[in-house]
């Protein structure tokens, strides 16, 4: 978000290249809490249905969503200015491309429940950050379910958009709807149960044994339902570290669940990942990956942070991590997948 004071009495030449340094960018962190908490509103308000049943002025879309004029000028104006909104010569506001795809409700890629998580769940917890760096501990453990169960029973369902697509490519990567014989699908962690439901729908031979804590498992069991693939579910409650996964499967999915498990937990669920496939069976790890020397993405090593604050060891890691800890387990061929989520899959097989 851009701020339109740059005092000339705050800004000096650096020394590499003379340019002058100004407070823009600390001033535009500074208000980095804003958006979220701007979409959090328009949401709320129903701004985004409302234009999706077309443009309107400010005096109209007041009318639609009975919220205030003077509230609505405030947020609608700041959406303009973030390209999620567009204002018309003749005042009417309209949808963004952005908010047309993720901001209406009860579109396929719909990010509303993402934004109220952030404002809900994160942002009082990261509120704490300078605690937790000082002492090590997270406001509360999500990874263990004592503290963590409601946590994910509240928003699986909320980042279900977010994986779907990278669940898609992962159906179309594999070929299953080739299979003649049935496919056996571990979804471990499975949570809103995404994983599985878009391998199940690839093809009618795949059969997915999902495994999650109980709460959080009668949420993924309503989304296999509104799929129409409940009979081709299976479920094991518990604990990922004591849960018996069984044998004999063709594909495992652990998607996005190593970064809060921590190094030595993910060590051993791959582990116990690459005993429960058969000869042959593929590995699909889907995680928020930054590089090597942990200088980017940016959005990975903020998710690390996110780590810091709500798991006893979780971090983010890069593929070489990964791809270690696949090789110590006995898997072969690690390797990348383009997709459509925050990054590339990673696979290995087990030989």
Not at 133 to 140: D, E, K, L, Q, Y
Not at 275 to 296: K, M, P, Q, Y
Not at 321 to 326: D, N, R, S
Request: glycine content about 10%; hydrophobic content about 45%; aromatic content about 8%.
């Amino acid at each position: 978000m851009a701020t339109t004071i740059s005092p000339a009495s705050n800004t000096a030449p650096t020394a590499s290249t003379g340019a002058p340094v100004t407070p823009e960018r600390i001033s535009q962190l500074a208000w980095g809490y804003a958006p979220p908490l701007i979409l959090e509103a328009a949401l709320r308000h129903g701004v985004f249905d409302a234009l999706d049943r077309g443009a309107k002025s400010l005096a109209e879309l007041t009318l639609a969503t009975g919220a205030t004029e003077r509230g609505l000028a405030a947020i609608v104006n700041v959406l303009v200015g973030l390209d999620l909104l567009k204002k018309g010569g003749d005042g009417k506001y309209s949808l963004g491309p952005d908010s047309a795809a993720f901001l209406v409700s009860g579109r396929p890629g719909y990010l509303g429940g993402l934004i109220r998580h952030t404002s809900e769940d994160l942002i009082p917890r990261w509120l704490h950050l300078s605690e937790v760096v000082a002492n090590g501990r997270p406001v509360a453990p999500v990874n263990q379910q004592k503290s963590g169960a409601g946590f994910f029973e509240s928003f699986v369902n909320d980042i279900f958009p977010m994986s779907y697509p990278a669940a898609q490519d992962l159906a179309r990567h594999l070929r299953l709807d080739l299979m003649s014989d049935p496919v056996h699908v571990l979804d471990l962690a499975a949570g809103s149960g995404v994983w599985g439901i878009a391998l199940a729908e690839s093809s009618p031979q795949v059969h997915v044994c999902a495994v999650d804590w109980p709460g959080v498992i009668k949420v993924m069991h309503k989304n296999f339902e509104k799929f129409g693939l409940a009979e081709r579910l299976s479920f094991r409650e518990g604990d990922l570290q004591e849960a018996d996964f069984g044998s004999g499967y063709q594909v495992a999915t652990l998607g996005h669940i190593l970064h809060s498990e921590g190094p030595e937990r993910s060590r051993a669920l791959i582990a116990k990942t690459f005993h429960a496939l058969a000869s042959g069976g593929t590995i699909a790890i889907a995680e928020f990956l930054v590089n090597a020397d942990r200088t980017g993405p940016v959005n990975g090593l903020i998710f690390a942070v996110n780590m810091l604050v709500n798991t006893d060891n979780g971090n983010t890691y890069c593929f070489e991590e990964i791809a270690a800890w696949l090789d110590e387990a006995g898997f072969v061929e690690a390797r990348t997948l383009p997709s459509r989520g925050p990054s590339p899959l990673i696979l290995a097989n087990k030989p």
